[in-house]
């Protein structure tokens, strides 16, 4: 069983950076995708960015070339740098994983991290 841990989310203020951390424990397939998703309230979760086992990276048109995505596959580790934050970048952000076998795909969730950005 997999289990996800972030750890980074804080307040700060607009124009302001943070890095949030996704530690993975238990084994993980070795074909993955590792992502953040984010919910804001009253708002569906929505995609913020993913990372493939081979290192392809997506990213929501919101936050392009505000934030970085990144992965230590040794660590099992996803780490998400957030430049120039914004209020409307406020939400709860969750790391995900997505194992792809040969039975389907599986899924994990972490418990999400808080981030406010205060105007």
């Known amino acids: 069983q997999v289990q996800l841990m972030e750890s980074g989310g804080d307040l700060v203020q607009a124009g302001g950076s943070l890095r949030l951390s996704c530690a993975a424990s238990g084994s993980i397939f070795s074909i993955n995708t590792m992502g953040w998703y984010r919910q804001a309230p009253g708002k569906q979760r929505e995609l913020v960015a993913t990372?493939?086992?081979?290192?392809?990276?997506n990213y929501a048109g919101s936050v392009k070339g505000r934030f970085t995505i990144s992965r230590d596959n040794a660590k099992k580790m996803v780490a998400l740098q957030m430049n120039s934050l914004k209020p409307e970048d406020t939400a709860v952000y969750y790391c995900?994983?997505?194992?792809?076998?040969?039975?389907?795909?599986?899924?994990?969730w972490g418990s999400g991290t808080q981030v406010t950005v205060s105007s």
């Open positions: 990372i493939s086992s081979g290192g392809s990276t």
């Open positions: 995900n994983i997505k194992e792809y076998r040969s039975l389907g795909m599986y899924e994990y």
